[in-house]
């Protein structure tokens, strides 16, 4: 009897054990998980078309890149190759002005000492007219020869008085020969002695 009551028992005891087990509730009690937000992955397809299009951009992008970056090289070496002729051409540039302005100087030097020789020569000869009180001035042309002889003049402007432009001719036509253009260089003769014009002025130097 004791038995029966003792298996009985257990058997019971089972039972609840197992009732119990499949009726309570094990979900978790944290709720740390709750706030998490699951967001659905999208795998997108592309249409063939579009993917062509995608990498024939992305050739095309490759190759103008390699396009800039040989173009940018071969202006680089261009320019660099090019550098010394063009430093060159700009010192001898620099260096033909610099000649230019002293052979301009030399010039100019050489032919302001003529003039005044020439000018020392006749005013040595010309005899102004001493009653003339008007600021009148008469201008001549003269053709020289390199040798210096005078081989015509004629009045170019008259000062509107005949006594004063006769007195500045009658000078010239006593020179007949000036040689302080002997010694000139031939080429400053031909641009500033070949032909001139003398200006014969009643007051002043």
């Given amino acids: 009897m004791t038995n029966t009551a003792i298996g009985f028992f257990c058997s019971l005891s089972a039972h609840l054990l197992l009732f119990v087990f499949l009726t309570v ?33 992305k050739i095309s992008k490759l190759k103008n890149n390699k396009e800039i970056i ?20 700009l010192a001898k540039k620099i260096l033909d002005q610099d000649l230019m302005s002293i052979k301009i100087s030399n010039e100019t030097k050489e032919v ?40 015509n003049f004629k009045l170019v402007e008259s000062s509107g008085n005949k006594i004063f432009d006769d007195s500045a001719l009658s000078a010239i036509s006593n020179i007949s020969f000036l040689p302080e253009v002997i010694n000139l260089d031939i080429r400053y003769f031909e641009r500033n002695f070949r032909s001139f014009n003398l200006v014969f002025k009643s007051i002043g130097d």
């Fill in 25 to 57: 509730d094990f979900s978790l009690s944290d709720n740390k998980f709750e706030n998490f937000s699951y967001i659905p992955v999208k795998f997108i397809s592309l249409p063939e078309e579009n993917i062509k299009k995608i990498k024939s951009l």
């Fill in 70 to 89: 040989q173009s940018k090289a071969l202006i680089e070496k261009n320019i660099i190759n090019k550098l010394p002729i063009e430093l060159d051409l």
């Fill in 112 to 151: 302001q000492i003529t003039i005044g020789l020439i000018q020392q020569r006749i005013n040595s000869v010309w005899k102004k007219p001493s009653l003339i009180n008007q600021d009148i001035k008469v201008e001549i042309n003269i053709n020289l020869a390199p040798s210096g002889e005078i081989l």
